[in-house]
C-alpha cells in the first residue's frame, strides 16, 4: 500500500468524524473509529513487513 492510499483511507474517516461534531450519531461515530483503527493497524505491519524484509 502506497503513503497516498494511506492518506486517502486516513482522511476519509478523519473528516466524517470531523463533521459528526455538528450532527452527532454514535453508529457512524463507532463505525469511522473501527474503520480509522484498521487502517492504521494495517499500516503498521505494513511497514513492520517492509523493514524486516
Excluded at 492510499?5 to 463507532?30: E, Y
Amino acid at each position: 500500500m502506497t503513503d497516498s492510499c494511506l492518506g486517502c483511507l486516513v482522511v476519509g474517516p478523519a473528516c466524517i468524524l470531523v463533521s459528526l461534531a455538528h450532527t452527532f450519531n454514535l453508529a457512524s461515530f463507532l463505525t469511522q473509529c473501527f474503520w480509522l483503527g484498521l487502517t492504521l493497524v494495517g499500516w503498521w505491519r505494513s511497514r513492520r513487513l517492509r523493514r524486516s524484509a
